[in-house]
């Protein structure tokens, strides 16, 4: 190989590299990466990514966010927590509305620095479940529905649904068996015409027919002309089981459902596990 030009291999004459100057990159010194390493550890060990939950909003997030309080001792604390309406299903500490389990014996929990600033303030802390937000256990039955299984035993739909789905790694030309089954995407919610959908629904029957799905949840898939069926299984499958579970329990506990007749027809139609091919035809 030729000498790059300009390089002067008779010993005596061998330049001194450049002083370093700041218009030069550089390579880290051990010591500045030594540096940058700790830091990297200090910001992502497990004391730094520790969670808790907020006894009042009973939101999880970063311990580093929020503080131990002596409960009683927070001002105002009795004024914005003490629900107006005790409900049989409230479980109080000391008639306050917050995460009873979550406070120790020394009267002692962890509150978010959101909903401690509120209370000092005198304010009502948004996402505090005394207001309006406190919903209870939500039982198993209820639980176990997926997205689609919960459109079937609504009675209501103020949106209508938009997923659009498409390959991570859209840009090359791929075979989808070849993929790993990760799929990106967004939902878009749009003002449904509701009339329309009444005049559609048969009264108080249900569950929803399948066919009301294609009404209130369309699918696109973008970059990818056909999608193994497994890949939309997880977020579009249904089980009839779950669903009809669901639906006895609302008809049995939920004043708005007292009245509804539960339609073998319509169960019948379900798969019994699987993706309704009334969804696979709006793909
Ligand atoms: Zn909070």
Redesign the pocket.
């Known amino acids: 190989m030729e000498e790059p030009a300009g390089n002067e291999s008779d010993g005596e004459d061998v330049q001194e590299p450049p002083e370093p100057t700041s218009q030069y990159m550089q390579l880290p010194t051990p010591e500045q990466q030594q540096h940058c390493i700790a830091a990297f550890i200090d910001a992502t060990n497990n004391e730094a990514l520790e969670s808790a939950v907020?006894v009042?909003?009973m939101?999880e997030l970063l311990r580093k966010e929020?503080d131990l309080h002596v409960i009683k001792d927070i001002l105002h604390v009795r004024r914005h927590l003490s629900p107006a309406e005790v409900h049989a299903a409230h479980q109080l500490w000391d008639g306050l509305l917050i995460a009873s389990t979550c406070i120790d014996e020394g009267g002692q929990g962890w509150?978010?620095q959101?909903?401690h600033r509120a209370l000092r303030a005198n304010r009502m802390?948004k996402?505090?479940m005394n207001n309006n937000l406190w919903i209870g256990d939500i039982l198993l039955a209820l639980q176990k529905l997926q997205f689609v299984e919960s459109l079937l035993v609504a009675q209501h739909y103020p949106r209508c649904y938009v997923f659009k789905l498409y390959p991570r790694d859209a840009s090359r030309a791929q075979n989808p068996h070849h993929l790993q089954r990760a799929m990106a995407g967004n939902v878009t919610l749009y003002e449904i015409n509701v009339p329309a959908v009444v005049d559609m629904l048969e009264g108080r029957l249900l569950l929803q027919s399948v066919e009301t799905l294609s009404s209130v949840l369309a699918i696109m898939l973008v970059g990818t002309k056909q999608l193994p069926k497994s890949w939309l299984s997880r977020t579009f499958r249904v089980h009839c089981d779950v669903v009809l579970e669901a639906l006895k329990w609302l008809q049995a506990n939920n004043e708005n459902y007292n009245d509804v007749t539960i339609s073998e027809e319509h169960i019948n139609m379900l798969p019994v596990d699987g993706i309704p091919a009334e969804i696979e035809a709006t793909i």
């Open positions: 907020c009042i909003c939101r929020g509150v978010c959101e909903c802390p996402y505090a």
